[in-house]
């Protein structure tokens, strides 16, 4: 029996958040400081040809400007720009030269004693462009697609796996076939909180930096290297992070230009990102996919094509994984991938919240659906006989995997057994109703990562690792997984992240944070518990003078004996008992790649939606979604509910509302705001269940937990898409799907 973890824990930042006195990037005030306000390029490319800052420089307030012309010189290699999450080429080095290589690109900061002078000043300032020819359209340019450049990075993101069989021979045999293309557009990250930094310019010309980040050390990484300083003069805080999703696992061009700035000026800068410039960097690419699946009669997969065309930047290439996982979920023996991308002029694309999975699996589940109503089959019945326990691609069987029972529960809970097969048949007076389903897949990875764990002083226990809480719920699960493993009521411990100088974790991202962090959590407070017990038994009169440690347990704040519970040292004895001082523990924890090489690590899902189309209007409501889960253990059912309706609401938005819309004659995002940027609100949102199936995982990972924050969007769109085509027969391949698509 655990105490803690698997119990819905509130979260334990919660008060501190509700009441304002958890602080953001923007939020850390200082004496004197100074703001800076970005101009973003209005071209998209070609070079500045004049920039005339002489009437912004004469304004009241205004204490500098810069630009490529004044821009000191930096780091010269490819290397120093670099970050945890960059891909393979050279990335983007703002003021660097007069060459604009995106529309947004920033090309001046503008810097002043209050935001609204740098605002204003930075009106006056006057650049002359010499303009050159653009490409941003990828479906005018797709033709040019090529092969990704592979880093480091095709570690987590593994490029398409060799082909295996005869896809052509079984395709063309195949009596029942779907061949399709899928489109879907580009998204941008829109968090709540903007992209800020506030950079403390410390009296020894040390920096303390408060940065919107998934990874402190990833920003600390950077501007030492980007700005040659040493580690140790470079502080990089992220205590609370207003949502990221991905868009903060590299560090974005507000922090470059606020410590320039701070360096210069020798003073404290804040850079604060507009809602605008949230477009003018990372987004999720817009993609093309071509599926091709061939069945015997009886609904046999026997062939199966993914194909899949990207955008990348022209200095970067930014990959993801889409077509890997049409293997991993389906078994047909005659496979054949292909993953392109080709190059445009706007900025490098970004992980976003499940990439790549949302994005093939969107497709393929779509397809799928297809194919079931070729074969005349239940769309469920159709996945059911085609279930795999190995990812084909690998050839390596599942580490644990429930999707079995995830189908099983969530058609329950829907319903499904009731669903009417033929389309349109549905009907609610003049509203179509839908049933569509869709299986979700997404990676359960676990990295190294090193904590620490003090008892300290007075009896409470601090444990910390330089890990972000996104919003997903780390500050609570780390709690739960140290006062768990030491016997300490919550209340007693603190849990410390988003700090540089803690114990080095990884970018918390790819849904691998209780699993790496976690576990280092774990071990670490392993470590003290047997550290605290020498010395237990080493006190003098001790009890536990002749015990070893496989006798004792750690509960309600002691150290007792198994077998006889009344014999126990409280912790607040044995820390006393050390001298004044407090009793530390650092450790690593790393995968144990020899356990789990054999074994393919994955989340699950099944996904069951009902939607509502207005035949007139074309208006689609998804009036109620199923999501069943196997995530292996759940840590803490509230956290990991909220992470799944996260996931539901936003696969809602990319089925029906989500697109940043560019005019290619100009290269800009049109909608580049929160009004025409449309996603869901209160009113779009109804009925929403989660169910965890259970699923018991020894391989993933020491704690049996997978990760949750992006499994919940991965089955949605398809899931949304099928059931629309249920509604009234009409198959949508383009995400998202506006009304207009759904009256022509
Ligand atoms: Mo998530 S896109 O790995 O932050």
């Not at 091709?292 to 046999?300: F, I, V």
Request: proline share 6%; with cysteine.
């Amino acid at each position: 029996m655990t105490q803690y973890i698997g119990k819905p824990l509130n979260r334990v930042d919660g008060v501190d958040k509700v009441t304002g006195k958890a602080k953001y990037a923007g939020e850390f005030n200082v004496p004197d400081l100074v703001y800076g306000y970005v101009i973003s390029s209005s071209i998209t490319k070609g070079k500045i040809a004049r920039i005339d800052t002489a009437d912004a420089r004469s304004l009241e307030g205004v204490l500098e400007i810069f630009t490529h012309e004044n821009r000191p010189k930096l780091a010269w290699f490819d290397m120093s720009y670099k970050d945890q999450n960059a891909p393979p080429g050279s990335p983007f080095r703002p003021l660097e030269d007069a060459r604009i290589k995106y529309n947004g690109q920033p090309v001046a900061l503008v810097v002043a004693e209050t935001v609204e002078v740098a605002r204003y000043a930075a009106s006056l300032v006057q650049i002359e462009y010499e303009e050159e020819p653009h490409e941003t359209d990828l479906q005018a340019t797709k033709s040019k697609a090529r092969k990704p450049e592979s880093g480091l990075m095709s570690l987590l993101k593994p490029p398409p796996p060799k082909p295996r069989g005869n896809f052509e021979g079984e395709f063309n045999a195949a009596p029942v076939q779907v061949s399709a293309q899928y489109v879907h557009g580009i998204e941008h990250h829109n968090p709540m909180e903007l992209f800020v930094t506030t950079v403390v310019y410390e009296r020894n010309g040390k920096l303390t930096i408060y940065d919107k980040t998934q990874g402190a050390p990833n920003s600390q990484l950077y501007v030492s290297q980007v700005f040659n300083m040493p580690f140790s003069d470079v502080r990089v805080m992220s205590p609370y992070v207003g949502g990221a999703f991905g868009s903060a696992l590299r560090p974005q061009y507000q922090l470059f230009l606020a410590v320039l700035a701070a360096r210069q000026l020798k003073r404290s800068v804040r850079v604060t990102l507009t809602r605008q410039q949230m477009f003018t960097f990372g987004h999720r690419p817009a993609t093309i996919q071509t599926l091709g699946l061939g069945a015997s009669a009886d609904g046999t997969m026997k062939a199966l094509y993914h194909d899949a065309i990207s955008e990348t930047s022209q200095f970067e290439d930014y990959t993801e994984t889409v077509v890997n996982w049409s293997g991993m979920l389906y078994p047909p023996e005659n496979v054949r991938y292909d993953y392109k991308v080709v190059p445009l002029d706007v900025y490098t694309p970004l992980d976003m919240r499940a990439p790549g999975g949302v994005t093939g699996i969107s497709a393929l589940e779509m397809a799928v659906d297809e194919l079931a109503y070729k074969l005349q089959m239940d769309p469920l019945e159709l996945r059911l006989k085609n279930y795999t326990n190995r990812d084909m691609n690998e050839d390596l069987p599942y580490s644990s995997k429930e999707l079995r029972e995830c189908f099983r529960q969530g058609a329950e809970r829907f319903g499904w057994s009731n669903r009417n097969y033929e389309p349109r048949s549905m009907r609610n007076g003049h509203l179509l109703i839908g049933w569509g389903m869709a299986t979700g897949i997404w990676d359960a990875t676990q990295g190294p990562a090193r904590a620490e764990a003090v008892l300290m002083v007075n009896g409470k226990l601090r444990v910390s690792s330089a890990t972000a809480d996104i919003g997903t719920g780390t500050y609570t699960v780390m709690t739960q997984i140290a006062a768990e493993t030491l016997g300490m009521p919550v209340e007693d411990v603190l849990f410390k992240l988003g700090d540089s100088e803690l114990p080095l974790a990884p970018i918390e991202g790819g849904s691998w944070t209780v699993a790496t962090v976690g576990s280092a959590v774990k071990t670490v407070c392993e470590n003290l518990s047997k550290t605290l017990f020498k010395l237990a038994k080493n006190m003098p009169g001790s009890p536990f003078s002749n015990k070893s440690f496989s006798q004792v347990e750690f509960a309600n704040k002691a150290i007792r004996l198994k077998s006889d519970p009344a014999v126990m040292v409280s912790l607040q004895t044995v820390v006393d008992s050390n001298g004044g001082r407090a009793v530390r523990e650092t450790s690593t924890s790393m995968p144990n790649m020899l356990k789990q090489r054999n074994y393919a690590r994955n989340t699950h899902s099944a996904v069951f939606v009902e939607v509502q189309v207005d035949e007139e209007l074309g208006a689609v409501k998804v009036t109620r979604a199923v999501s069943a889960i196997a995530g292996g253990r759940i840590m803490n059912p509230k956290t990991a509910r909220s992470q799944i309706i996260g996931g539901m609401v936003w696969g809602i938005s990319k089925a029906l509302e989500e697109e940043s819309v560019m005019d290619h004659r100009f290269g800009r995002f049109m909608n580049h705001n929160l009004a025409e940027y449309h996603v869901p609100v209160n009113a779009d949102i109804h009925e929403l269940d989660v169910i965890f199936v259970d699923e018991v995982d020894t391989i993933v990972n020491p704690l049996g937990a997978k990760g949750l924050g992006e499994i919940g969007i991965v089955a949605m769109p398809a899931a949304i898409g099928n059931a629309i085509f249920h509604a009234t027969g009409k198959r949508i391949r383009e995400l998202p799907i506006h009304l207009d698509r759904l009256l022509s």
